[in-house]
Nanobody, 118 residues
């Protein structure tokens, strides 16, 4: 059974930075896409960034330039570098992985809280 362990969340002041990590274990198949989503209070979960097995990245336009996703395939780990954080970035950040045959298995992490406040 695939297990995701997230780390790196916390409290930061506006303009600060954080780096999230998500390590996958227990997977019998290759990991296809790895990504980060977030959900703020009262809002729907939204894409933050994702990266496929070839290293191609996708960002929503609003976050491009401040956030950078990367992955270490040897460690089955995906990272999210978040710079110039704003109060509106406050949310629970979830790691999501597609694995299984053809990436048909979707696995979510438990989430890590990021709070940006002065």
């Amino acid at each position: 059974q695939v297990r995701l362990v997230e780390s790196g969340g916390g409290f930061v002041q506006p303009g600060g930075l954080l780096r999230l990590s998500c390590a996958a274990s227990g997977n019998s198949y290759s990991i296809h896409s790895m990504g980060w989503y977030r959900q703020a209070p009262g809002k729907e979960r939204e894409l933050v960034a994702r990266i496929n097995s070839g290293g191609v990245t996708t960002y929503p336009g609003s976050l491009k330039g401040r956030f950078t996703i990367s992955r270490d395939n040897a460690k089955n780990t995906v990272y999210l570098q978040m710079n110039s954080l704003r109060p509106e970035d406050t949310a629970i950040y979830y790691c999501r992985v597609l694995t299984g045959v053809g990436g048909s298995l979707e696995v979510w992490g438990q989430g890590t809280l990021v709070t940006v406040s002065s």
